[in-house]
Structure formats: structure tokens, C-alpha cells
């Protein structure tokens, strides 16, 4: 492992041993605070663009499994790729221990071109990120001119670019049988087709710019799906779902990503939270009911609870900082979460939110 550095946009440097690639990337610095699913993490397309730091000192010691999973086995791949940038560690095992596991983390990142850094102390990182939030870093082989090197350091605009590179190539459909739902995917997880599929639903997966409302019209429901960004960078998409809003008389859902969206197409507004909710240990409590759950979570932006209009109820609230978990209509149905319901990685407490879904689809299809 050759020395390699991370670098931060307030002077911040930090040196480690090289793990992966050995490359030259730049993107904002987040950090998730799981203990385990680093290759479900890795393959989140909300993390695209992004450098991770792991809180978990050790990383690397199950390995990494065949990209298709064994018959019976639930694949932890959440995409095609691995969506960070780079990965920040404390303490990268490469001696991996487990019966899936093919290739090491090392492997996995090399073959994918994705830097790391080990070594590196992340509670202290941590800390910086949580008392002054994100701030853009690079990581830097060393025996270069930083200036130089952070000129040519790969990485991705995170405004239209983002979303360009997280969108599927085109319209898929998922299953057979049941109520079809058009998952709009602006990065969405596999584990939304995955836990739609197994209840028995056909799911419709398009790209954010394609013709959703003809798509919709053919379809019992609506899912937006998570994904990377500021909400505000996608004004096409909130056109297209405030026009769903006015005229979709099917049940829409929506999930981390696709709460904020939902929240703007409906008039609220959306603001940029510190250093975000990254993790599968953030409590959220039901205000309709007062039960608490403990949920998956990974984004960075929040709905603003005050800008909601007259026909809109808050529906979770965070548990740590009272920020925004979930809306829903008062006169519709219409609804969504912050956080991940079909988790991977994380507990499946809130699994339940798709059974609810595919009921009111399946009630509302009856009666037309």
C-alpha cells in the first residue's frame, strides 16, 4: 500500500495507505455511520459523486460477493457499479472471512477504477464534518503537486450531471402479474424493484425524463425513488409530478429522494441539512400513530415542515433533530418517506410502508 492523502477544502490533510485504485478524485465528504453493508453502500446511486467516510473502523473484513447472486441468496448489489468516488477508512482488512465472498474490497475497487484511503483517523473527520457539515475533498496520490493534481482529479458536477449519470437507459418492466407501479428512478436502489417484485406487483422502471404522465396512465400507481442532488436541480421532474398531482387520481409514493421532490411539486420548499442523515440506526416516530422505528437513511437535503401547504400533514419526524421523515396529502392519496423502507443495509422495520402501498393501489384498482 503506497501513502495517499485526503485533502479538504478548509486546509484540512490527512495521509494514509492506498486501498483500490490509484487515482486522483475530488467530491463533496460524507460519512456514514453503519457497522455493516459497505457493498450495499457503495452501490447506492445517492452516494454518486461522493467521497465516503466509513465511522466503522473496520472495514473489508466479510469481502465482496459475485455480482449475481447464487439461487435463493438476495443479492446486496444495489446497482450496476459502485456510485462513490473515493472510500475513506480507518482500518481496511484485506485477510476477508466469509462463505459468499469472492474477491476482497480491494479487488472490488480497483476493478471499478475507485481510490481509498486507510488509516486515516475518521473520528476525528467525523467530528470536523459534524461541527462544520460537508465540505469538498479530494483524494491525492502522493509525489504530485497538489494544485496540479486537484486540477486533473476526477469527479462529477453535482448538479445536471448527477442525475445524467444515475438514470437508467431507458423504460424495464419487473415481474409479472399484480398491480403495475411506474417507479420513477432518479438513482433508485434495486431493492425498490426487489420489494415491489416479491409482493407480488409488476414495476414499470423509467428514466426521470421520460414522459411520466403517459407512462403513469398506463400504470395502478406511482413510486419516486431516491437518488443523488439538491431536489431543486431537477425543476423538470417537479413539473412532472406537480401536473401528477393535479390530475393522477392513483396512489403516489415516494421515498427519500422522491419525499423532497414530492414536497416541491406540492409548493413547499427544501433546504440543505449540515452534514446529513447517513446511517441505519436513525429513529423516526409516526405523528398519526406515535409509534417509533429505527430506519435506514442516506441523504443530505430535508423538506422544509413550514413552507407545507394547508392540504399536507407531516407524517414522520426525525427523532434526533425534529427534522422532516415523511408528508402526506389530507384530500389524496399521496404520500412519502425520507428514509429507506426497503433498507439494505439496515433494519426492515418500516417494510411494512409497501404492504400499505400495494393495498391502496390494489383497493383503488377495484373500484375503477
Known sequence: MQPIKLILADGTELTGRSVGAVEAVAGEVVFNTAMAGYVETLTDPSYHGQILVCTYPLIGNYGVPAPRAPEGIESPYESDRIQVMGLVMQNYVDNYSHHAATRSLDEWLRSEGVP??????????????????????????????????????????????????????????????????????????????????????????????????????????????????????????????????????????????????????????????????????????????????????????????????????????NLNDGTNEGIRSKSRDICSVQFHPEAHPGCRDTGYLFDDFLERVRLRSAKT
Open 116 to 317: 481509498g484511503i486507510t488509516g486515516i483517523d475518521t473520528r476525528t473527520l467525523t467530528r470536523r464534518l459534524r461541527e462544520h457539515g460537508t465540505i469538498r475533498g479530494w483524494i491525492l496520490p502522493l509525489g504530485y503537486d497538489d494544485e496540479q493534481a486537484k486540477a486533473r482529479a476526477r469527479t462529477v458536477e453535482m448538479r445536471e450531471e448527477v442525475f445524467e449519470r444515475v438514470k437508467p437507459d431507458g423504460v424495464t418492466r419487473h415481474g409479472h402479474g399484480g398491480p403495475s407501479i411506474l417507479l420513477v428512478d432518479i438513482g433508485a436502489k434495486d431493492n425498490i424493484v426487489r420489494s415491489l417484485v416479491s409482493r407480488g406487483a409488476t414495476v414499470v422502471r423509467a428514466p426521470w425524463d421520460a414522459d411520466l404522465a403517459a407512462l403513469a396512465g398506463d400504470c395502478d400507481g406511482v413510486m419516486v425513488s431516491n437518488g443523488p442532488g439538491d431536489p431543486e436541480d431537477l425543476p423538470q421532474v417537479v413539473a412532472a409530478l406537480s401536473a401528477l398531482l393535479e390530475n393522477y387520481e392513483r396512489p403516489i409514493f415516494g421515498i427519500c429522494l422522491g419525499n423532497q421532490l414530492l414536497g416541491l411539486a406540492a409548493g413547499a420548499r427544501t433546504y440543505k441539512l449540515p452534514y446529513g442523515h447517513r446511517g441505519i440506526n436513525q429513529p423516526v416516530r409516526d405523528l398519526a400513530t406515535g409509534r417509533c422505528f429505527i430506519t435506514s437513511q442516506n441523504h443530505g437535503y430535508a423538506i422544509d415542515n413550514d413552507t407545507l401547504g394547508d392540504d399536507w400533514d407531516v407524517w414522520f419526524v
